[in-house]
């Protein structure tokens, strides 16, 4: 019985000692005091081992490692006042290679995302990458959109650079309304925003004019798929600076 279990026991470490000298299955990670504090690699990492088998072994600047979180690399997350890029100092080694395309792969980013401190989600994916995600989330016919956007709301927003002259001043132009943080939600419901209501129809959607308050100007009629459109084209073009007037051009 004893003899059993020491055998077991002897047979496990030579399995382990194996694995640790494959090598490929550990690897060195350094990582800067601030980073390691926020608590990140602790929800981090063991996403990791429990997908890849690798286990990582957390190191401070300077010793000795496989990959390394810092100011060089590929930018991988922003968080703590700073972007983080990953620098993989042995390409060769398997695990540190599999950490590096885990990072930037969809549960590494959800890994990184996931991660809340008192509801707050202190780490983002670096802001390039969000843009294009953001741009990509619209399915409607951009270029549709944009021609809609011109021929319907052009009558008095400014829709377009190059379109500057036309619009009415006072009206705020797409790029303005581009910049607000809730942009999408406004431009999918402008047509029961002011003033839209009054001359808007949106096909299956809104009810006819009341017949004692018919549309003051030729009315605007559009389909679902025409805003569909019309969010992609708003989703592609660039917001107006921050702080620039609401109004005019
Ligand atoms: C007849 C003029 C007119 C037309 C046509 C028009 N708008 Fe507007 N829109 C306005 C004015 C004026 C405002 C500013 C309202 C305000 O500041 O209270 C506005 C505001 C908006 C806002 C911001 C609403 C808010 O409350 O945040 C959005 C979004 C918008 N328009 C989208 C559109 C879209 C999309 C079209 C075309 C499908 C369109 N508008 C057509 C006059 C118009």
Redesign the pocket.
């Known amino acids: 019985m004893l003899k059993r279990s020491l055998t077991a026991a002897l047979l496990l470490f030579v399995v382990g000692a194996s694995l640790a000298s494959a090598d490929d299955r550990q690897f060195r990670l350094s990582v800067p005091a601030v980073l390691a504090e926020s608590g990140l690699m602790k929800y981090m990492l063991p996403r990791f081992t429990l997908k890849t088998q690798v286990r990582v072994e957390l190191v401070s600047p300077g010793e000795a490692a496989e990959v390394a979180f810092g100011d060089t690399g590929t930018p991988v997350f922003t968080g703590m006042g700073q972007t983080w890029s990953i620098d993989v100092l042995a390409p060769e080694h398997a695990g540190a290679s599999r950490f590096a395309s885990w990072i930037t792969d969809k549960t590494g980013q959800s890994a990184i995302s996931g991660f809340k401190i008192d509801g707050n989600q202190p780490f983002a994916l670096p802001v390039e990458e969000e843009e294009v995600a953001e741009d990509q989330f619209y399915e409607g016919d951009k270029l549709r959109g944009q021609q ?2 011109r021929v ?6 400014v ?1 377009a650079r190059g379109d500057e002259g036309l619009g ?1 001043g ?3 132009s ?1 790029f303005a ?1 581009r910049s ?1 943080e ?2 999408d939600v ?2 999918s ?3 029961v ?4 209501g009054a ?2 129809q949106i096909e299956d959607v809104t009810e006819p004019f009341p017949e004692d308050l018919p549309s003051p ?1 030729a009315p ?1 009629e ?1 389909t679902l798929d ?2 569909d459109a ?1 969010l992609a084209y ?1 989703a592609s073009i660039e917001p107006a600076a921050l702080g620039a007037p ?2 005019g051009q």
């Open positions: 809609v956007s319907h709301c052009g009558r008095c927003h829709t009415i006072s009206t705020p797409f309304l607000f809730d942009w406004r431009f419901s402008f047509y925003l002011k003033p839209h001359f808007t100007i605007l559009l025409d805003i019309i708003v609401l109004t």
